[in-house]
């Protein structure tokens, strides 16, 4: 072994472990800031699963209608198949579709890895050592918190595994082009690969164009006329199905909307496309969404003219980068209405993490062979191609580095209005202004809370819920005191029956652990009041919650802290008016 060789390897070593790493932080991160912060209360579009499941309870509709019923322009029948299953293995906590999510995602990014995994070795590919790097890129943005409403609710597992369910499609599509020229059959890669199809296209609308790009696929690598043919059929079978008793939605925009205005309808995808990097019109995405465009055209063109010398692994990345693109002038078109700042909603970037992750991935394992002029020198267009896609890689993950703080606000503040107007419900109260940040209607929620409370799903399934009424001391051990106190105790009629309104401070031993949950019992020492802490935008320690207690009567707060320990905060007496009363100190 030569010195540069042994110098090359050592280069890309340390570039992969410092990736490889750089990627561990950022999934470790994200789970630390998610799994503290999850609800069971279900969360806006949620409640329209809730829904479905008080029909099928009352016999309005079938199964298969609760299944295939359409959600927007949607039919989920896939997500709904885990959320059903997470209400019977896990009474409707939302875990299994956590789990779920974060699954998805995993094996997302090992798709893009396992074609990395299968570069070659040519003069075209000067840089195949640093596949690994790319892969660890590609992970850490499959796992970064600007696309945080992806994983701050289960309803949004959609989201993520359309994506990853194209992309399973075009890879085995991809396996199916290779055996067809190895073979002259393409074996069973092709049924699997038109079942994947099928998969995405029930998980979201948007999967239906994975059927479509399959076929441009099967024309591009030159297949033969009956592949292209099933390929085709199949496609426009799964179209038929699908819209089936289909309703347009009648608030949502149409394609024509967006052509009318071509300028903004090319923004709006631009912005889509390069949202991976800012959650705002100064942030920069435009401009890279249109980069990304001018890449995929030429990735297109370039499989196109290569014809069966296309590598296929080649075809399934511009399958991703073209599927993507479809999916943002779908959602142009319905969308464009709100404004082109809509295409940042963190819900749309899982699309454009797999558009860039197409991009790394097909312009490191297959760049360009021809040689740049550039004066008298003559540099490999290759080594130009994949320099570029380093620089990338390295400007998309310093990006969502960046923005994994501010992310973590959003979500506190979710986590918390989840919180809060649960402990409203399990008491039996109604707070109006809580409820409208955790739904999109107060009186539908208070419909379907007997559903969920008839099967202990979600928040009826909690310790909270059965403690309710209970002795306190059933909860925890006694421990020592919280440092904090009882700011007020307030009755509000608008609440319910006795409802009280509670406020405090506390914060656990010399380590001054925030209390995220404070339990309030009546004198007897039942539980009878909850609260929640890490209120958003007030001082550390900070909480907040409600009681069910008479005028007058005394009220004592405990935090429950690790290791199912009971701190005393302290305790207030009802007041009848809003003027608070005064805190007294625990002992």
């Known amino acids: 072994m030569n010195a540069p060789t042994a110098l090359h390897r050592l280069f890309w070593g340390a570039l992969t472990v410092a990736a490889l790493a750089f990627a561990g932080s950022i999934v470790a991160d994200t789970l630390r800031a998610i799994v503290p912060l999850w609800s069971p209360l279900p969360w806006f579009d949620e409640w329209?699963?809730?829904?479905?499941?008080?029909?099928?309870?009352?016999?309005e509709m079938s199964a298969a209608e609760v299944l295939f019923a359409q959600h927007n322009e949607h039919r989920i029948l896939l997500?709904?198949?885990?959320?059903?299953?997470?209400?019977?293995?896990?009474?409707?906590?939302?875990?299994?579709?956590?789990?779920?999510?974060?699954?998805?995602?995993?094996?997302?990014?090992?798709?893009?890895?396992?074609?990395?995994?299968?570069?070659?070795?040519?003069?075209?590919?000067?840089?195949?050592?640093?596949?690994?790097?790319?892969?660890?890129?590609?992970?850490?943005?499959?796992?970064?918190?600007?696309?945080?409403?992806?994983?701050?609710?289960?309803?949004?597992?959609?989201?993520?595994?359309?994506?990853?369910?194209?992309?399973?499609?075009?890879?085995?599509?991809a396996a199916a082009v290779r055996r067809e020229?190895?073979?002259?059959?393409?074996?069973?890669?092709?049924?699997?690969?038109?079942?994947?199809?099928?998969?995405?296209?029930?998980?979201?609308?948007?999967?239906?164009?994975?059927?479509?790009?399959?076929?441009?696929?099967?024309?591009?690598?030159?297949?033969?006329?009956?592949?292209?043919?099933?390929c085709a059929g199949w496609a426009l079978l799964v179209t038929a199905v699908y819209l089936r008793g289909y309703e347009p939605v009648a608030h949502h925009g149409k394609l024509a909307d967006g052509l009318r205005q071509p300028l903004e309808f090319l923004a709006y995808i631009a912005t889509y496309l390069g949202s991976v990097v800012a959650s705002n019109m100064q942030g920069g995405a435009g401009p890279l969404g249109l980069l990304g465009l001018a890449a995929t055209g030429f990735a297109a063109l370039r499989v196109l003219r290569q014809g069966r010398a296309a590598h296929p692994v080649s075809l399934a990345m511009v399958g991703v980068m073209?599927?993507?693109?479809?999916?943002?002038?779908?959602?142009?078109?319905?969308?464009?209405?709100?404004?082109?700042?809509?295409?940042?909603?963190?819900?749309?970037?899982?699309?454009?993490?797999?558009?860039?992750?197409?991009?790394?991935?097909y312009w490191w394992i297959d760049p360009p062979a021809w040689r740049l002029r550039l004066g008298r020198a003559a540099v490999p267009a290759g080594l130009a191609a994949q320099a570029a896609a380093a620089l990338v890689a390295v400007a998309l993950c310093s990006a969502v580095a960046e923005q994994q703080n501010?992310?973590?606000?959003?979500?506190?503040?979710?986590?918390?209005?989840?919180?809060?107007?649960?402990?409203?419900?399990?008491?039996?109260?109604?707070?109006?202004?809580?409820?409208?940040?955790?739904?999109?209607?107060?009186?539908?929620?208070?419909?379907?809370?007997p559903t969920l409370k008839a099967d202990g799903l979600s928040i009826y399934g909690t310790a909270d819920a059965a403690g309710v009424g209970r002795p306190v001391a059933e909860r925890g051990r006694p421990g020592e005191a919280c440092a904090g106190a009882v700011l007020s105790a307030v009755a509000d009629p608008r609440l319910g029956i006795e409802g009280v309104r509670v406020s405090g401070s506390a914060s656990e031993g010399p380590r001054r652990r925030i209390v995220r949950r404070v339990l309030l019992a009546d004198a007897a020492g039942r539980l009878e009041g909850l609260a929640s802490g890490a209120v958003p935008g007030a001082a550390r320690g900070a909480w907040r919650g409600y009681a069910v207690a008479p005028v007058g009567a005394r009220l004592t707060a405990y935090g429950l802290v690790d290791g199912g320990r009971l701190c005393l905060i302290g305790s207030a007496t009802v007041s009848?008016?809003?003027?608070?009363?005064?805190?007294e100190e625990a002992p």
Not at 422 to 447: I, N, P
């Open 48 to 59: 329209a699963t809730v829904e479905l499941l008080r029909a099928w309870h009352e016999g």
């Open 79 to 173: 997500p709904r198949l885990v959320f059903f299953a997470d209400d019977l293995l896990f009474r409707g906590g939302g875990y299994l579709s956590l789990a779920a999510i974060f699954a998805v995602q995993l094996l997302h990014a090992g798709l893009f890895a396992a074609v990395l995994g299968r570069a070659r070795r040519s003069p075209a590919t000067p840089m195949r050592a640093g596949r690994w790097a790319v892969a660890a890129a590609v992970l850490a943005l499959m796992f970064s918190l600007r696309q945080a409403e992806n994983f701050s609710s289960g309803f949004q597992l959609q989201f993520v595994a359309v994506f990853a369910g194209a992309t399973l499609s075009f890879v085995l599509f």
């Open 181 to 230: 020229r190895m073979s002259g059959a393409a074996g069973a890669a092709l049924p699997a690969s038109l079942a994947a199809v099928l998969a995405t296209s029930f998980t979201m609308a948007n999967g239906l164009l994975a059927g479509y790009v399959v076929v441009v696929l099967a024309l591009a690598a030159r297949m033969r006329p009956r592949v292209v043919l099933a």
């Open 322 to 361: 073209l599927f993507v693109c479809a999916t943002a002038a779908v959602t142009a078109s319905g969308r464009l209405m709100f404004g082109v700042s809509q295409a940042l909603s963190s819900r749309y970037v899982t699309g454009s993490v797999a558009f860039w992750a197409a991009q790394l991935t």
């Open 406 to 449: 501010p992310a973590k606000a959003q979500l506190a503040v979710q986590s918390f209005s989840q919180n809060e107007s649960a402990d409203a419900l399990l008491l039996g109260l109604d707070d109006h202004d809580a409820t409208s940040r955790a739904a999109w209607s107060d009186e539908d929620v208070q419909r379907l809370l």
């Open 576 to 583: 009848p008016s809003v003027q608070a009363s005064q805190p």
